[in-house]
């Protein structure tokens, strides 16, 4: 059974860097598929991030992709999202996702996590 | 303002079929492929329909997909009171060069 599980701090200070981890149980993180993330703001709908396949290509929401970077360490079945210079619009649940393709669908998501950007 | 648009509400009863719509254009819609989402309060979003009208091994065939241009649906027959919560759709957008979503349609079973 495939489960991906968040973590990472839940709360971050305005201007510093978002950093979390997606550490994917019950499938090889090689097997071919993208991985991704995906936020959510309270009260709000879903917005992608980006995607990362194993061998390290990557797509990235062209409004964020100045401050993210999405990156894989197949060794450790892992891989994060760190978004930098963040301000109280960055202020979501975000999920990380198993991507059927680089540009299909999300099949098999994590829990989320909450990160609050406050001082 | 979603790339995608969906109406903000749908209802219906017991055992009806509903249909939830998704508007874009010939840069997403147009000429890929359309996926659907449905997401219960406090919880992660699950995927219910991919490529248009294809379901996720455990989805129930009372969820169903379909695409005609630049516009997509999703049916649901035989509606039952689990079935309330939030649908999103999504697709790829060749102009952005990125994955959009719609705003997300909340479904009330009355």
């Known amino acids: 059974q495939v489960q991906l599980q968040e973590s990472g701090p839940g709360l971050v200070k305005p201007s510093e860097t978002l950093s979390l981890t997606c550490t994917v149980s019950?499938?090889?993180?090689?097997?071919?598929?993208?991985w991704g993330w995906i936020r959510q703001p309270p009260g709000k709908g879903l917005e992608w991030i980006g995607n990362?396949?194993?061998?390290?290509?990557?797509y990235y929401n062209p409004s964020l992709k100045s401050r993210v970077t999405i990156s894989v360490a197949t060794s450790k079945k892992q891989f994060s999202l760190k978004l930098s210079s963040v301000t109280a619009a960055d202020t979501a649940v975000y999920y990380c996702a198993r991507v059927l393709g680089a540009f299909s669908a999300c099949d098999i998501w994590g829990q989320g996590t909450m990160v609050t950007v406050s001082s | 303002q979603s790339v995608l648009t969906q109406p903000p509400s749908a209802s219906g009863t017991p055992g009806q079929r509903v249909t939830i719509s998704c508007s874009g254009s010939?840069?997403?819609?147009?000429?890929?492929?359309v996926h659907w989402y449905q997401q219960f309060p406090g919880t992660a979003p699950k995927l219910l329909i991919y490529?248009?009208?294809q379901r996720p091994s455990g989805v129930p065939d009372r969820f169903s997909g379909s695409k005609s241009g630049t516009s997509a649906s999703l049916a649901i027959s035989g509606l039952q009171s689990e079935d309330e919560a939030v649908y999103y759709c999504?697709?790829?957008?060749?102009?952005?060069?990125?994955?959009?979503f719609g705003g997300g349609t909340k479904l009330t079973v009355l």
């Open positions: 990362i396949f194993d061998s390290g290509t990557t």
């Open positions: 019950g499938y090889s993180i090689s097997g071919g598929y993208y």
């Open positions: 010939s840069s997403n819609i147009g000429s890929k492929t």
């Open positions: 999504a697709a790829w957008d060749d102009s952005l060069n990125g994955l959009v």
């Open positions: 490529s248009n009208n």
